[in-house]
């Protein structure tokens, strides 16, 4: 009988979805974890990658191109608690899931997620330098966001299935839950492969501004999940080795919030601003 269940949405992730359902399956038995992967308006080779890389895998195809219509899908096809919600193009090995179950079962918590681990190699400078100041942001570090992975209790995921559909659902979970019913576990890492070009974050980030105002718009986002700039000059005095990174950070940051006024404008919450150097 699984131990849990893991809702993957995929679109058009041929280059990713191998490793992904590779890494998921090490460290852990057949029957532990009830996988789904929801392929949706896919036009590449996602679904017949994922079928080859995990044949235990139940691997759904819809039409739409929709990350939030892939989880209903998801959702709806399995029963199983805890539920793993899991990008296609992260890395996170079986037996970190197992861990990041553990405290939910334990009725610790309502939800969790990994440490992250995000590798530098093969980006930029300015890429390095932007997320040496972004992980070192308070809410960034307690957050469950920004990690491509969130792991839900059944009532948690109750509490969020009630939630207004949002471009930025990871932030949108995180926000849904006080300090003392969320937990990230140390035990458990996922690799997050960043972009490796400022153009690629800077279209990542785009879509991550557009998320974010989406969410304070619907009353969703908390104030403690924002970067204020007092944050910022706590990290300058705290930490003055990364002093020279930030005028790199504000500038990405404010090239993003440039960036997303057209969608604002437009109401555009759908439109995915994908980097695609990472999935390299």
Known sequence: MAVASVIIPAHN?????????????KGT??????????CNGCTDRTAEVARDADPLARVIEIGQPSKAEAVRVGNAATDVFPRIHLDADIELHGTAAL?????ITRDEVLATAPARAVPR?????????YYDVWESLPQVEAGLFGRGVVVLSEQAQARVTA?????????????????????????????????????DLVRRRIRIATGNAQAAQLGVR????????????A?????????????VFVAIHVAAQIGARQALRAGDFTTWQRDESSRS
Do not use: K, Y
């Open 99 to 103: 861990r990041l179950i553990e405290p």
């Open 121 to 129: 190699a093969g980006c930029s400078r300015w890429v390095r330098w």
């Open 29 to 38: 038995r057949a029957e532990d974890l009830d996988v789904v992967v929801v």
């Open 235 to 247: 990290l300058a005095v705290g930490r003055p080795g990364l002093a020279l990174r930030l005028p």
């Open 163 to 199: 939630l207004p559909r949002m471009m930025s659902d990871d932030l949108g979970m995180s926000d849904s839950f006080s300090g003392h019913e969320r937990r990230i576990v140390p035990a458990a890492v996922a690799v997050v492969h960043p972009p490796r070009t400022v153009h």
């Open 222 to 233: 908390r104030p403690a999940s924002r970067t204020q700039p007092r944050t910022l000059i």
């Open 13 to 25: 992730e041929a280059a990713t979805i191998g490793r992904n359902l590779r890494a998921l399956r």
